[in-house]
T-cell receptor
Framework: NAGVMQNPRHLVRRRGQEARLRCSPMKGHSHVYWYRQLPEEGLKFMVYLQKENIIDESGMPKERFSAEFPKEGPSILRIQQVVRGDSAAYFC????????????????FGPGTRLTVL | SQELEQSPQSLIVQEGKNLTINCTSSKTLYGLYWYKQKYGEGLIFLMMLQKGGEEKSHEKITAKLDEKKQQSSLHITASQPSHAGIYLCGADARTSGTYKYIFGTGTRLKVLA
């Protein structure tokens, strides 16, 4: 069973361009989470999605950032008109159960996409 | 907003020494997870604690959750260079059924051979 896949692993963009980050959850997992890790900082929650639905986007910046998890295909985190402050590692995680299931619900993390904005 | 405080922020120990990393929350947690992150890589799940007073061990790493479910410690016995990395605690801190998953800022561990 393959783990969580993220691509690309490294992405370089110039200011003003768009960045698209992809995440394929583990087989059988329908709950996806995106986190951002700024240099020398911890992980910050951005958004939680289920298939075709955004459940919680309280950690997403209000502008330029969007996420989707279509019925078919990977989850996409899109950053429009990137700025230097967007440079960070973006991690995706998936879980087999919803976070409110009341049961042990480990999140499995992908290797991350490191975005560099020039 | 609720956060997880980790201490120390960084730690350098000689190989063979024991060490402890702490993770503290201001509120009761539903679940506490420990992860290890190698520099520049993703997170590897270590252990999950859910019950007050719970303690789990894996090889030379032991994690405990206090009775109030607000503080956890990660203890490494006889550290080795392979233990080096960033240790992160994560927690399910939801209230009223809403999702809230938070992380500590991490503890950077170096083990000198």
């Amino acid at each position: 069973n393959a783990g969580v896949m993220q691509n690309p692993r490294h992405l370089v963009r110039r200011r003003g361009q768009e960045a698209r980050l992809r995440c394929s959850p583990m087989k059988g997992h329908s709950h996806v989470y995106w986190y951002r890790q700024l240099p020398e900082e911890g992980l910050k929650f951005m958004v939680y999605l289920q298939k075709e639905n955004i459940i919680d986007e309280s950690g997403m910046p209000k502008e330029r950032f969007s996420a989707e998890f279509p019925k078919e295909g990977p989850s996409i985190l899109r950053i429009q008109q990137v700025v230097r402050g967007d440079s960070a590692a973006y991690f995706c995680a998936s879980s087999p159960l919803p976070p409110t299931s009341g049961r042990h619900n480990e999140q499995f993390f992908g290797p991350g996409t490191r975005l560099t904005v020039l | 907003s609720q956060e997880l405080e980790q201490s120390p922020q960084s730690l350098i120990v000689q190989e063979g020494k024991n060490l402890t990393i702490n993770c503290t929350s201001s509120k009761t947690l539903y679940g506490l997870y420990w992860y290890k992150q190698k520099y520049g890589e993703g997170l590897i799940f270590l252990m999950m604690l859910q019950k007050g007073g719970e303690e789990k061990s894996h090889e030379k790493i032991t994690a405990k959750l206090d009775e109030k479910k607000q503080q956890s410690s990660l203890h490494i016995t006889a550290s080795q260079p392979s233990h080096a990395g960033i240790y992160l605690c994560g927690a399910d801190a939801r209230t009223s059924g809403t999702y809230k998953y938070i992380f500590g800022t991490g503890t950077r561990l170096k083990v000198l051979a």
